[in-house]
């Protein structure tokens, strides 16, 4: 498997499709799809879904994982015999990109200390990808990306696995709706999509089962506005309920979850990354419990 032939790959992935990867590389249509049915026969599999947007295969995430790996190697080696004055695509210098897999919930109220830090390291750029913590990790198997937060303990193979400390998640509505004496079984209740388990979990440990009436809000911050608002309870971040002056209560029933964070990360040995790592070990210990 040929350096080129893996970065016209992953460019693929990355840009959704095999056009829009040529004109990134400077390729021509014809010599994209060369290196693409040159890689697919090395690997003796076929390694793309020809979709719009285009989509790895399983043998083509496996493929995807080491394209991500090496590409990262080569950028890192590159950094250093220019002196590590740079990135690609960077301003006077080469610039390797770190993706990063992290749950809305913790991009919304401890992770951003991490950016402070990293707005300081002119040779990373930080892609940042949300997925909720109980799949984040599957990210890092299928080479989507380098790290992630997530809640399982178990990292991924070739990965290694740190524990980050503890999110607090308070079972919240607004103050009237409290005050009506209905359980969380009968009181309308938020969501923030089909990954996210964390109020069914607490309906399932009271032995009841969802209400009729659910909202579902993808956003950290549109989730505690919902909330707010009296759509329906919701476990909110500890981290997040300074953020309104909304009259929020928290149910007599609902009680505090607590959900353990890990950061999952590569085990190959980078620079870069062992940077972004240090970084996100460091804010998480100040920010969360444990």
């Known amino acids: 498997m040929q350096l080129e032939q893996l970065r016209a790959f992953a460019t693929a992935i990355d840009l959704g499709t095999l056009d829009a990867a040529a004109r990134e590389l400077s390729l021509t249509p014809s010599a994209m799809s060369q290196r693409l049915r040159a890689l ?74 991490v950016f402070d830090e990293a707005a300081g390291w002119a040779d990373i750029a930080l892609h940042l990808t949300v997925a909720d913590q109980a799949v984040a990790a599957e990210h890092l198997s299928r080479g989507a990306a380098m790290a992630a937060v997530t809640s399982r303990p178990r990292a991924a193979p070739g990965c290694r696995s740190v524990p980050l400390g503890v999110m607090r998640y308070h079972a919240m509505a607004r103050a009237d709706l409290v005050a009506s004496g209905l359980g969380p079984a009968d009181l309308p209740m938020v969501n923030f999509g089909p990954d996210d388990d964390l109020q069914d979990a607490r309906l399932a440990q009271l032995g009841v089962g969802r209400p009729p009436r659910v909202t579902q809000v993808p956003s950290a911050e549109g989730f505690l506005a919902a909330v707010a608002a009296g759509l329906g309870w919701g476990m909110v971040p500890a981290g997040m309920l300074a953020r309104t002056d909304a009259d929020l209560c928290q149910l007599r029933v609902g009680g505090t979850v607590e959900v353990p964070l890990f950061w999952h990360r590569w085990r190959l040995a980078s620079e870069p990354l062992d940077r972004l790592s240090a970084a996100v070990e460091k804010f998480a210990n100040i920010h969360l419990a444990k």
């Open 40 to 113: 697919e026969a090395s690997a003796g599999a076929v390694l793309l879904e020809r979709t719009t947007p285009v989509r790895p295969t399983a043998a083509g995430e496996v493929v995807l994982r080491l394209a991500r790996q090496v590409l990262l190697l080569q950028a890192e080696a590159r950094s250093e015999l220019d002196g590590g004055l740079g990135v690609e695509g960077g301003a006077g210098g080469r610039v390797t990109v770190v993706r990063v897999v992290v749950n809305a919930d913790s991009l919304a109220t401890w992770f951003p200390a």
